[in-house]
């Protein structure tokens, strides 16, 4: 995902064209642009580079902590801003959501910033009510450029509660000091003229139609406000490309994106609401706001980030309440402490667990693929198993560290001392989650296998089904692509666009592709092997490079490729159960696992690249050992087959067939 918003904020640097999003040359509809705007300024300052891209979003996620911390200064006081402001720097979903080229949290920051202003214009002690009722509507307009219409819904239905819940919404001082209509002249010349202007390059201009579908174009205007804003809410959106989390997790998965200072969100219910004060005020406005969102979104089709507008809110009720400290507070710390020193004895048992566990090859071979929960944001994390966690042996450490001091500097500790060795443990677990991500690098991004593209000879990129799979591919090489069987998700509604480039190839239109004389370079995952087996031979796909299951064939061998290896591998599934341990620290397959409608190919246990060009170790069990033998037994070398170790029980019986092979004999079982 984050390259296909990098390589649209290069597409308008490097074309000119700052109005039309495009991906692939196809039109890409679906946001405002003032997110690639700022990616693209980034490139023009520093270069089209990775960590270019990433500029903006780190700045305002500083911008938002010190944003928060100074509405909470003047609110409450310096110690509890001070505490506020920490709360958003150090929550886990702050953290989580922001490795995502995602505009939530400048968008939160916007909203942040309309909300303030709200007060400060409503404040009769405020001496400068213009410049606040102007950053007010300067906040509403900007939202608009980063998330269309919840950027404004969000903080108006918030002030207008407030205001209701306070007597002012119907009071004529309260609106001159609003100052609405030129309010409103402002919102209107920040967000117009991209609206016109998207709306005149991309027509028709106008429909009313309410059916969305494959193969109907309507213009941007009905594409970006009736399916993207109305047609979304109603979960009738086409292309059917997201998911909604359950409403209850939805509320619950609260307590961990604020951890871990939702320990202390018990303090919250004994603050005073009453608008007597600024501080009340400030509390009334907090409720209202976090209420209107997540109510919004419990009626509306909803991803875990979606309720990232209201952290700052909820940042500023917890500051509050650790500002007063007291009984509650101490009782949080408690219960931190206990979660914590659980957390630790995991991290420990994990790395006892997996410290014999071998780690051929990358992480991927290690996971067990759920596509269908890839539709939510942290839908990957359904992939892990206990032998991935060998991949990830050092982050694990520092993750165990981390919440050993949280457990040992919070037990019966002092508030100062408590929130000190909270700050601590969690600085530290985010470095444990950064090395994390290092390690899944060959599973989420595919810049190896872009650099291997840009040393071989010159040839067009072709990518096996839709362009997010392998963007970073397009992005590294700079390069566009043919789409094989790819007008499919977010380019579909794009590609039907009059003038739409012709980039989208189907099967037969690929098979007379990939036999000409002219180079071409497919990327595919290895899930597609047997279906490119079968269009076009085993001795057209050479391959260039692999990695995280992911494949650079092409159409004519080059001196460092190889050929898929002559193993019927496509027509043998095997189970992907859970790992467990044996009593010599070796692994195997759960034969108690819970039955799975999921398979993985056999090829990712066995590898499909010959041990001569790839030398790894590759575990088998004994029942898929049998299938292969009987499937192949021309092909299949059983002398490269050796017995490794059997997973023992409690009682000391082993398990029938679960014996592990190595499928090289030359290495250390």
């Known amino acids: 995902m984050d390259s296909v918003q990098a390589q649209i904020a290069r597409t308008m640097l490097t074309t ?29 300052v520093f270069g089209v580079r990775d960590w270019a891209t990433r500029i ?43 490795r995502v080229l995602i505009p939530d949290v400048i968008l939160t920051f916007t909203i942040t910033l309309a909300m303030w202003a709200l007060l400060r214009v409503t404040d009769e002690a405020e001496t400068h009510p213009r410049v606040w009722a102007f950053l007010l509507a300067g906040s509403l307009g900007t939202g608009l450029l980063l998330k269309s219409l919840i950027g404004v819904l969000f903080p108006v239905a918030a002030a207008v509660i407030y205001l209701f819940l306070t007597n002012q919404l119907f009071k004529t001082r309260t609106w001159k000091r609003l100052r609405p209509f030129s309010g409103l002249l402002v919102i209107l010349l920040i967000a117009v003229p991209w609206h016109v202007l998207a709306t005149l390059r991309n027509p028709p201009y106008f429909s009313l139609s309410m059916h969305s579908g494959r193969g109907e174009y309507h213009g941007f205007l009905w594409f970006f406000f ?145 596509p269908s929960a890839y539709t939510l944001s942290l839908g990957h994390m359904e992939d892990l198993t ?15 560290i981390a919440f050993v ?30 090395l994390a991500l290092v390690a899944f690098d060959p599973d989420l991004s595919s810049r190896p296998l872009a650099e291997a593209i840009l040393r071989s000879p010159e040839g067009k990129i072709i990518v096996d089904r839709h362009y997010y799979a ?7 090489t700079n390069r566009t692509g043919l789409l094989l069987n790819g007008r499919v998700l977010n380019l579909s509604y794009g590609s039907y666009a009059p003038g739409a480039p012709d980039v989208f ?19 595919a995952s290895n899930s597609a092997l047997p279906r490119l087996k079968r269009l076009v031979g085993r001795e057209k796909l050479n391959i ?79 029942r898929t050992l049998l299938a292969l033998s009987k499937a192949n037994p021309d092909g299949f070398q059983i002398g490269r087959v050796m017995t490794a170790t059997q997973q023992a029980q409690s009682d000391g019986s082993r398990v029938p067939g679960a014996s592990l092979h190595c499928m090289s004999p030359e290495e250390d079982a």
């Open 226 to 370: 009736i399916n993207e804003q109305l047609l979304r809410f109603l979960n009738l959106r086409y292309p059917r490309d997201y998911n909604t989390v359950p409403r209850l997790w939805f509320w619950l998965f609260h307590l961990a994106w604020l951890f871990p200072w939702s320990v202390y969100l018990p303090a919250v219910a004994k603050l005073s609401f009453r608008p007597l004060d600024r501080a009340g005020r400030t509390r009334l406005l907090a409720l209202c706001w976090i209420g209107f969102v997540l109510i919004f979104f419990t009626f509306s089709t909803t991803q875990e980030y979606y309720s990232m507008p209201c952290y700052p809110a909820l940042a500023m009720l917890l500051g509050s309440a650790m500002a007063m400290e007291g009984t509650w507070i101490r009782r949080g710390t408690a219960v931190l402490t206990t979660i914590a020193s659980c957390a630790a004895a995991a991290a420990i048992a994990i790395l006892v667990l997996v410290r014999n566990v071998p780690t051929p090859g990358d992480i991927f071979s290690a996971l067990v693929l759920h």
């Open 16 to 44: 000119g064209d700052w109005v039309t999003a495009r991906l692939d040359g196809v039109a890409y509809l679906e946001k405002p642009p003032l997110l690639y705007w700022m990616m693209a300024c980034s490139y023009k």
């Open 505 to 523: 190839v189907d099967d037969p239109q690929f098979k007379e592709l990939w036999s000409t004389p002219e180079r071409y370079y497919l990327v």
């Open 56 to 98: 903006p979003i780190a700045l305002f996620c500083v911008a938002l902590s010190l944003l928060t911390a100074a509405f909470g200064v003047w609110a409450f006081g310096r110690k509890a801003g001070f505490y506020a402001g920490l709360c958003v720097a150090t929550c886990v979903g702050l953290y989580i959501f922001t």
């Open 544 to 622: 260039v490079a692999q990695g995280g299951g992911k494949f650079v064939f092409t159409n004519s061998p080059l001196p460092n490729s190889t050929l898929l290896p002559d193993v019927e591998h496509a027509q043998l599934f095997v189970p992907a159960g859970p790992l467990q341990m044996s009593a010599t620290g070796g692994t195997s397959r759960s034969s108690k696992a819970p039955a799975t409608d999921r398979y993985q190919l056999t090829s990712q246990v066995l590898g499909v690249i010959s041990s001569a060009s790839v030398p790894q170790t590759r575990y088998i069990s004994s």
């Open 386 to 400: 206990m032998q991935s966690f060998a991949y990830l042996r050092t982050p694990l450490l520092l993750a165990a």
């Open 405 to 434: 001091i949280g457990a040992v500097g919070t037990f019966r500790a002092g508030a100062k001392r408590a929130f000190v060795c909270i700050t601590l443990m969690m600085l530290l677990f985010f470095q444990a989650a950064r």
């Open 470 to 476: 392998f963007s970073s591919i397009l992005f590294y």
